[in-house]
């Protein structure tokens, strides 16, 4: 099993930054991808961002490109976002997704973008 803990979330003005980091402990060499989802009131979680294991380069939702960057520590133990640009629309609890034989989720972290 992993266990995830995040941290970073908070209220920032629009045009701001934030980082988010996600701890993970347990059996990290079952890992084979980590990132980032968000979920919006009344929306269904999305992804924002993952790092497959053995990939070239991460995946990043279209509303991510170029305005966040994913990356991790080379044990695979923390996995960042560092978010720029920062819009309202993306508002949303932030959660950090393991997928190490099952997917593992965090508890979540509050990001409020205000205008």
């Known amino acids: 099993q992993v266990q995830l803990v995040e941290s970073g979330g908070g209220l920032v003005q629009a045009g701001g930054s934030l980082r988010l980091s996600c701890a993970a402990s347990g059996r990290l060499f079952t890992i084979t991808s980590m990132g980032w989802y968000r979920q919006a009131p009344g929306k269904e979680r999305e992804l924002v961002a993952r790092?497959?294991?053995?990939?070239?380069?991460?995946v990043y939702a279209d509303s991510a490109k170029g305005r966040f960057i994913i990356s991790r520590d080379n044990d695979w133990s923390t996995v960042y976002l560092q978010m720029n640009a920062l819009k309202p629309d993306d508002t949303a609890v932030y959660y950090c997704?393991?997928?190490?034989?099952?997917?593992?989720w965090g508890q979540g972290t509050q990001v409020t973008v205000s205008s």
């Open positions: 790092m497959p294991r053995g990939a070239d380069s991460p």
């Open positions: 997704g393991v997928y190490a034989i099952g997917y593992y």
